[in-house]
Structures are given as C-alpha cells and as structure tokens.
C-alpha cells in the first residue's frame, strides 16, 4: 500500500510539472535564486570554518568549557553549545549537520544526538531580520520581535528535550562535571584532538570545502524541489483545500481564516509561507508576526527534509526532530504575543506614524544593507565556490585513480 501510494503521488506531480510547465519553472526559479543569493553565500564560509574547527580541536576545547552549562539544562555535553551556537548564526539546516557530524566522531551518544538536533536548527537573524521583516513586511523593527519570540522559544525547546530519553538505561553513567570551567582539560582535549588528526591543512581545507559543498548542492535541491512542490499544490487546489478546515480553528484563537492558504504553505515552504502572511490585509501586524513565528519555528517540510537527509547518514532519529519543530512553533507564537507590547512600544513596530530613534533608524538601514550586498555579491561567492568545489573533486578523482 505505500508502494502504491507514494508511486501515485510521484506520478500525480510529474503529470502536474507537464500540464503546468510555467508555473514550474516560475517556482523552480524562484527558489534556486533564494538558494543562489542567500543561502549559499551566507551558509557556506560558516560550514568551511565548522569542518576547520572540528578538526583542530577547538570545538572539543570549548565542549569541556561550555559543559557546565549545557549538561544541566540541556542533558548534552558541552560540544553541543558549539551546534547551537552556530545553529543560531547561520540558519537551517547547519545545527543538523554539526550534531551529525558530532555523533560522527562519537562526541555524543545516540539520545544526546536526538535532544541537541531538536533544538539546535533555527532561522538565521540575516532570514528573520533581511528576507522576512525587510523584505516582506518592510518593517526592519519586527525583526526584533521575530528574533526574541523565536531563540526564547527554541531555548525552551531545548529544556524540555532534556527530559527525552530519560527512562532508557544508561550503559554507563556521565561523569559528573564540575561547576568551574576547567581551562587545563580544555587545553589537553584541544592538543589530543589535533594530534589524532593526521591530515595537513591542505586535506583538512580540501575536505571542509567537499562536505559543505556537498551539504549546499543537496539544500538548492529541496529548496527548489518543494518550491515546485508548493506551487503545484497551490494550482491543484490541495492548499486551499486543507486552508479550509482551518476556517474553524483559526477563528476560536482569534485569527483571521485567510490566514489558512499562508499558514499551510509554510508548512511546505518557510519563505512562501512568510511571505503570504505578510500579505493577508484582513489583519493587524501582531496576528501576521504570530503566524509567521509559528511558520519559522515549525521550519517547513522543506527544511525537514533537508534535516532528514543528513541524520539518514547517522542513526540519529528523526521524529523527535518533528515533534521538536510543532513545539518550537507553538512556543514561538505564545511567546509573540507575551512580548508584544513591551517590545512593540521599545522598538516602535506598532505606530508607523512615530518619530523613531535614530539609533533605531541605524538598524533599519544596516539589515536593508546586509539583504542588498547579498543581493548583488552572493552569487559570485557561490560560483567561485562551485569552482572550487570542481578544482578539489577532480582532483580526488585523480588520485584515486592513480591510487
């Protein structure tokens, strides 16, 4: 039966992109120039740089730091603050790769793995504060309201996932860290970690590229697929379908029903999502942000399966990663609504007619800048890439050849 169905599906979409050619196309462009702009230039110098760091060490040295903090909150060792830190910089799906990568060098065990994943992908502050706040709401000031309902909800995500896993037996029990940073075990698992890896720099540098870029290739394929995706069910009017049976719970949390096409689209697609949210006039500012945190906190079936792929490399499970992004949305749509007003009168999101600050006005024009320079530059940092990428993949291919 799910031979069948799945066979079914795939062929309905198949015969959906020929009877809809322009409307694929039109998607499948739309999402290589989000992948092409944003994501690849803005992912892959922090990818590069994670492999590097993983590989000298110094992502060891700051987990017997960062223990004392991450054991008693969050249940993982302190390598985990390093994923989540860099989860937050850079956006989706990098905490998944990180934490595969972990799991990859047996830094974490199995449930650790499970628990850091689930909260360790979030929307970058460049998605939150250039694509959604200046790009679709022209409202630079959300972005602060975005960002803070957002990371508070997904630390909170984080606190109750140290309670997964609690009941399955331990073959052996943590070592029990102490409460003051240990600066000299610090420094001895950075000298241990370095001397086990044998590889010179020009390896090392050659096989972060590699694996960035390899992750990257395979995030601009379920970026643009489920762009397609999204589109095609919009045209076959599946999305307004399910928008539908939203007409009867978007109303009892007081929100408007035309928010059921945007709120199903984000549940495919992050940016579509957003963006339609943004565009529903029926509504005031504060019902659009608590759509669009829940749409960014549940992240999408596009990222999920971005998330899926690489945990499918490790024996990382993926349910719990699903069940962490329904809490992450909810979360960060409860905490849009507690944050409103203080954060609504500081930053001066709700009054357009207000004199604003002008260190407030500073922020504005910075991420407007950010949003225009990746606009313009992105695109050559990701064919110089790409370049690269092809000099050290030929390269390997000869020498195994001649190996």
């Not at 504060?129 to 309201?145: C, D, K, Q, T, Y």
């Not at 720099?201 to 601009?220: F, N, R, Y």
Request: proline fraction near 4%; hydrophobic fraction near 50%; charge should be positive.
């Amino acid at each position: 039966m799910k031979t069948l169905v799945l066979a079914t599906l795939v062929t309905l979409m198949a015969i959906s992109m020929i009877a809809l050619p322009e409307d694929s196309l039109e998607a499948s462009i739309r999402g290589l120039k989000m992948w092409w702009e944003i994501v690849f230039p803005s992912l892959f110098p922090f990818f590069v740089i994670s492999e590097l760091l993983i590989g000298f060490g110094v992502v060891k040295f700051l987990g017997v730091l960062l223990e004392p903090f991450m054991r008693p909150f969050f249940r993982v060792p302190g390598v985990g603050g390093f994923a989540w830190a860099m989860g937050m910089a850079t956006g989706f799906p990098a905490g998944a790769k990180l934490t595969a990568r972990l799991r990859q060098e047996n830094q974490l065990t199995k449930i650790e793995a499970q628990r850091l994943v689930s909260f360790t992908n979030s929307s970058s502050p460049l998605f939150i504060f250039g694509a959604v706040s200046v790009g679709f709401f022209h409202n630079p000031r959300l972005g602060f309201l975005l960002a803070a309902a957002h990371y508070l909800g997904n630390f909170f995500v984080g606190f109750i996932m140290r309670f997964y896993g609690v009941k399955e037996k331990k073959l052996k029990k943590h070592k029990e860290k102490k409460a003051l940073f240990n600066i000299s075990e610090a420094l001895s698992s950075l000298h241990q970690t370095r001397i086990q890896n044998h590889k010179p720099l020009g390896k090392l540098l050659g096989d972060a590229v590699m694996s960035s870029i390899h992750t990257l290739l395979m995030i601009g394929g379920f970026i643009i697929l489920f762009s397609v995706i999204n589109k095609l069910l919009f045209h076959l009017h599946f999305t307004p379908a399910i928008a539908s049976l939203l007409d009867y719970i978007l109303p009892i949390l007081q929100l408007p029903k035309e928010f059921g096409n945007s709120l199903v689209a984000g549940i495919f697609e992050i940016t579509l999502g957003s963006q339609m949210a943004s565009e529903v006039q029926s509504s005031v500012l504060l019902q659009q942000a608590i759509i669009v945190s829940f749409i960014l906190g549940f992240s999408g079936f596009s990222v999920h399966a971005q998330v899926a792929s690489i945990l499918a490399t490790t024996d990382i499970a993926y349910k719990p990663f699903f069940f962490a992004r329904v809490l992450h949305g909810i979360l960060a749509s409860i905490f849009t609504v507690v944050l409103w007003e203080p954060l609504s009168n500081y930053f001066h999101i709700q009054t357009t007619n207000t004199i604003v600050p002008v260190f407030l006005q500073e922020y504005d024009h910075w991420w407007e800048t950010i949003l225009v320079v990746f606009s313009k530059f992105g695109p050559l940092l990701t064919i110089i890439s790409l370049v690269f990428y092809l000099f050290f993949y030929i390269r390997k291919m000869s020498n195994n050849q001649v190996s």
